[in-house]
């Protein structure tokens, strides 16, 4: 079976611009998370989708947002980018909600940099 | 935050048990101790997680305390390709997404 998959593996934004990362789950997967994680520090939590309802949201701007399809893929868009958004997102399938006690799976991630 | 504290970093010998340990202090009853491992450059890997009794899989076992309030993974015999980051993570059941801590840096020397 396919893993998480995430398109780009690379991007490279200018400041100010928008971007869209999208992430594929594990067939029969519900949930959806993204995280944030710059360099040195563990994943940051930004958005939860289960069923294609936002479940859960981390202490990220409105300049974030992200949605789920019927398909249950995601999409993750970025607004305004900053120097500061440069980092790797990735994103997380599992069956259920995150702390259900099920695990989570990872994608490779989407490296984005913002000059 | 993190509700987890872990030595930044530790080393093992290649073929040794590496053993991780993490203090979980302020554990409440409906969460779980979950951990992960992150190799260089890729996404986070799933090891094992376990509520209130000791847990082993094919990668990994896992020791939780009495009282819970720490935990140790054990990798058996770590390779090389053991070097990583480990993430011990608490959680509870119900809608509440991993909160990631800085890891420990495991590094397996030969």
């Known amino acids: 079976d396919a893993g998480v998959t995430q398109s780009p593996t690379h991007l490279i934004k200018t400041r100010g611009q928008q971007v869209t990362l999208r992430c594929s789950p594990i067939?029969?997967?519900?949930?959806v998370s993204w995280y944030q994680q710059v360099l040195g520090q563990g994943p940051q939590f930004i958005f939860q989708?289960?069923?294609?309802?936002?479940?859960g949201r981390g202490n990220f701007p409105d300049r974030f947002s992200a949605r789920q399809f019927p398909n249950y893929s995601s999409e993750l868009n970025v607004n305004a980018l900053l120097l500061g958004d440069s980092a790797l997102y990735l994103c997380?399938?599992?069956?259920?909600?995150?702390?259900?006690?099920?695990?989570?799976?990872f994608g490779q991630g989407t490296r984005l940099t913002v000059v | 935050d993190a509700k987890t504290t872990q030595p930044p970093s530790m080393d093992c010998a290649e073929g040794r048990a590496a053993n991780l340990p993490c203090n979980h202090s302020?554990?409440?009853?409906?969460?779980?101790v979950y951990w992960y491992r992150q190799i260089h450059s890729q996404g986070p890997q799933y090891i094992i997680h376990?509520?209130?009794n000791n847990e082993t899989n094919e990668m990994a076992s896992l020791i939780i305390t009495e009282d819970r309030k720490s935990s140790t993974l054990i990798l058996p015999h770590a390779t090389l390709r053991d070097t990583a980051v480990y993430y011990c993570?608490?959680?509870?059941?119900?809608?509440?997404?991993?909160?990631f801590g800085k890891g420990t840096r495991l590094s397996v020397i030969a």
């Open positions: 376990g509520l209130k």
């Open positions: 989708y289960y069923e294609k309802e936002e479940r």
């Open positions: 302020t554990i409440s009853g409906n969460e779980y």
């Open positions: 993570i608490v959680s509870a059941v119900g809608n509440t997404p991993l909160v």
């Open positions: 997380a399938s599992s069956w259920q909600l995150q702390g259900a006690g099920t695990e989570a799976f």
């Open positions: 067939s029969g997967h519900k949930s």
